[in-house]
């Protein structure tokens, strides 16, 4: 199946910083989303992006397809942003494929 | 906004009882997952659905089942529950295969 790989694994970011996490993918996807995981456990939608650029607030996601690529950036950071941001791809088989995940920190 | 529920959030229980956990989504989509969670870890899938009737189990091997007998409701039933059984099962459903997945808030399981 599709190999997902997430880094860094884990970051630490002090309030206001800015930080980018990245998305490596082994095959040509359909489908390629970023979540946020709150400490409750609900995974966030926060970008569908199997291609592109998009932004919402202070995130922005950018997704390279053909170098099989995709780049999470968070702005101005904030306490709330904490918790864990995971990269979800479908190749061709209908299913999503996680990566590790990335634990962000923001410390005030 | 997605309109998708899971009951209960969180349940405690004794090793061989018979528990499901229940998803339920608003929106008329016709596909519907589960994904089985350990904390820290990452998402695996273990049942899928692309509509009435129709489920197929997913990646990671699980002892757990599954049906759809209704578009809005994807129930998962384990028949004897175990220790190793404890973990977060996250439900999910997309308007069709390669669009958006919305997720529910999870059920929270612990055997005991």
């Known amino acids: 199946g599709i190999q997902v790989e997430q880094s860094p694994p884990d970051l630490i970011l002090q309030e206001g910083a800015n930080s980018t996490l990245r998305c490596n993918f082994s095959?040509?996807?359909?489908?390629l989303q970023w979540f946020h995981q709150n400490p409750w456990g609900q995974l966030i939608n926060l970008f569908y992006?199997?291609?592109g650029t998009k932004q919402n607030g202070r995130l922005s996601a950018t997704t390279v397809a053909t170098e099989r690529y995709s780049l999470l950036y968070i702005s101005s950071s904030q306490t709330t942003d904490s918790g864990v941001y995971f990269c979800?791809?479908?190749?061709?088989?209908?299913?999503?494929?996680f990566g590790a995940g990335t634990t962000v920190t923001v410390r005030a | 906004e997605a309109d998708i529920y899971q009951t209960p959030r969180y349940l405690v229980i004794g090793t061989g009882k018979k528990i499901t956990l229940e998803c339920s989504q608003t929106?008329?989509?016709?596909?519907m997952y589960w994904y089985q969670q350990d904390p820290g870890m990452e998402l695996h899938l273990i049942h899928y659905?692309?509509?009435?009737?129709?489920?197929e189990k997913g990646d990671l091997s699980s002892e757990s089942t599954v049906s759809r007998i209704r578009t809005e409701h994807f129930p998962l039933t384990l028949e004897s529950a175990r220790p190793s059984h404890t973990s977060q099962y996250l439900c999910?459903?997309?308007?069709?295969?390669?669009?958006?997945?919305?997720f529910g808030p999870g059920t929270r399981l612990t055997v005991t």
């Open positions: 992006i199997p291609s």
């Open positions: 999910a459903s997309s308007r069709d295969t390669s669009y958006e997945q919305y």
């Open positions: 929106m008329g989509h016709d596909k």
């Open positions: 095959d040509s996807v359909n489908n």
């Open positions: 979800a791809v479908e190749h061709n088989d209908y299913k999503l494929s």
């Open positions: 659905s692309y509509g009435v009737n129709s489920t």
